[in-house]
């Protein structure tokens, strides 16, 4: 039906434990709690969702950043979840994460010359001659000016910052980038100058984004197809305009109902969910969403729903869907 | 036009600079706003144009190397910039001027419990202070009388309540890491509304919170202060947010106010062409967000005239030399602007 995905995740877990003021074990966040999804070449994939529901440590596992406590992933044909430290290295220019706060992600004491030529001369063969034009070039492709060579990362705007460490990781010819929460932080005129430019340089380098974010209106924008996560797990997935247009998970619902929208009715007035998600280390019985969900019944509390396709593109996890 | 006793706070041509390592930088250049009894009003600008320096000057807490400080702050008609410091700070920051930080993490402190802080604001701002009790170091040992203790203390638990805080009173006893983001908001909104200030300055104060608790805190903020009657400065870089909660919105460029309007009208007819290039970077569905190009500009040598003629498409001669003043589009809706927008953002 698809082309051969070019990242595979199943059933990818992640646990951490949480500890008493001994430091004795009393339990475990399951930051990720059983996520499959694929992604086809060229494609953009949106995850949204609240502050700690594992959108992060998704993307951290997914390229290496953090282990897995269980599942696997296969990137280009290969799995990848179990390869040795030099054999997983050997992976990593193609499968890249761009970080939520690029100003952490800058060494603060190095010029933006010297962030752009370190990966370069630990992950190529290029000469320094060689890498001097790869680094001019880079500079150009995400539209800063030359002279920004030798500026330190607190010279620069957070929109500036955010073009380094793009370059930085265009340096390597990646072929699936994970940006997450690209553009957090910015104004809303950086936003765009921001956004033109990520699908700009897709079309440019060929490039696959997992598109983390907790902004649904950029979401829309840029992804093809959205994956919504809440407390580890996902609950709903579809192509874009599907899941705006007709969601099917009460929690989905509710996040598109909390969108401002201006020029129409007032969220204020009409927003209906209450509550805040449970803690992640002592989880409702059944389905997570059931303690604010505005349309849980009985049966909630019995059954932990799976996500379950409701058309061939459309899944989700909510025994009410369909 | 409405009588100018309608104004709570009248901020008339405020200037604030700071000595910076590169000179003197002019962060409020000059700024205009009103605030109408019971009005939300709206403070919108990107970041860095002032949004946080004019809302720590309305309260009397600028940081140390502020300078210059020019203009009035008339609030209740009285000039707060030429009122004797411990005024200020005994009988108006705190009491009839309260405050929404946009770190409610920040704002508490972390070592104390919610009910010993919730009882130190009581202490010093309950309405039911007599307004000359004892200041300084009298003040300081002066008795805290029990029965108004007590009626303080029922009050904070109603509060609490009210921001619908789970199980008030064992919240008391609780240390502020022990909240949520969203719950440590609803605190700080409790504790900006338990002196019954006549303003509450919010600053971003939903920023950090996800979409569904924003909604959540929005929705409750908007719903006390109405039923209350209180006027709030909200400050936001979010229009989105702005539409959600405001009555009328002023917009700020470098430290300077561009363009007043209500809600509504502000969005059906955006009039400076900074505002309209604002609304079309908005991602929509359907539409490419535009740039606005060009960029902030800095602040300790800013563009003469109108500091946006760098980066604007209408500018002329005279945007060059001479800022705009103030003119009216209609009734209530103001501008800064030589060369105003007349067509419509499209929706
Ligand atoms: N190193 C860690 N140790 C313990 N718990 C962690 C660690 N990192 C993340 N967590 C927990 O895992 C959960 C998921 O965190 P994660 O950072 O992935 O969330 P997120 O969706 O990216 O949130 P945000 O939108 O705030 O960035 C949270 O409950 C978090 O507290
Ligand atoms: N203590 C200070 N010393 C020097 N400059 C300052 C100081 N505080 C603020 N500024 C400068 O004043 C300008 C306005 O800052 P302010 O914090 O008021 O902006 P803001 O509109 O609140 O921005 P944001 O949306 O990022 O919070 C900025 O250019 C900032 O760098
Ligand atoms: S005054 Fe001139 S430069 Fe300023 S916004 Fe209007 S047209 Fe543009
Ligand atoms: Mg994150
Ligand atoms: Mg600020």
Known sequence: ??????????????????????????????????????????????????????????????VGIHPLSGGAIVFEGEEISRLSGRERRAVAPRLQYCHQDPGNSLDPRWTVRRSLEEPLIVHTELEAAERVIRIRDLLRQVGLPQTHLDLYPHELSGGQQRRVGLARILALHPRLVVLDEPTSGLDMSVQATVLKLFGELRQAFALTYLFISHDLSVVRMMCDRVAVMYLGRIVEIAPTETLFRAPQHPYTQSLLAAIPDIGGRRVTDTFTLEGEPPDPARLPSGCRFRTRCPRAVAACAETDPALRPLRPDHAAACLLAG | MLAPDDNLLEVENLRVSFGTE????????????????????????????????????????????????TGSLRFGGEDLLRMPRRRVDDQIRGRRITFIPQDPFASFNPLFRIGSQAREVMKWKSPRRPEHAGRGLFGFFSRYPRARRKADAADAV?????????????????????????QRQRLMIALALMPQPDLVIADEPTTALDVTIQAQILKLLKRLVKERGVSVLFTTHDLGTAYEICDRITVMYAGQEVEMAPVDDFFQRPSHPYT????????????????????????????????????????????????????????????????????TVPA
Do not use: W
């Open chain 1, 1 to 62: 039906m698809r082309e051969a995905p070019i990242l595979k995740a199943d059933r990818l877990s992640r646990h951490f434990p949480v500890r008493n003021a001994f430091g004795i074990r009393t339990g475990a966040v399951r930051a990720l709690d059983g996520v499959s999804f694929e992604v086809a070449p060229g494609e953009t994939l949106g995850i949204v969702g609240e502050s700690g529901c594992g959108k992060s440590t998704l993307g951290k596992a997914l």
């Open chain 2, 22 to 69: 590169r000179g003197v930088a002019k962060v409020l250049d000059g700024v205009n706003l009103t605030i109408r009894r019971g009005e939300i009003m709206g403070l919108v600008g990107e970041s860095g144009c002032g949004k946080t320096t004019l809302a720590r000057a309305i309260l009397g807490i600028l940081p140390a190397n502020a300078r210059h400080e």
């Open chain 2, 158 to 182: 109603e509060m609490m309540r009210t921001v619908q805080i789970p199980r008030a009173d064992e919240a008391f006893d609780k240390l502020p890491h022990e909240f949520s983001g969203g």
């Open chain 2, 276 to 343: 309209v290039r604002l609304l079309e970077s908005l991602p929509k569905p359907g539409r490419e967000p535009r740039e606005i190009g060009g960029e902030i500009p800095g602040l300790v040598d800013p563009p003469a005239g109108c500091r946006f003629h760098p980066r604007c498409a209408h500018a002329t001669d005279i945007c060059h030399m001479k800022r705009p003043a103030t003119t009216s589009v209609s009734a209530a809706h103001d501008l800064r602007c030589y060369h105003p927008v007349g067509a």
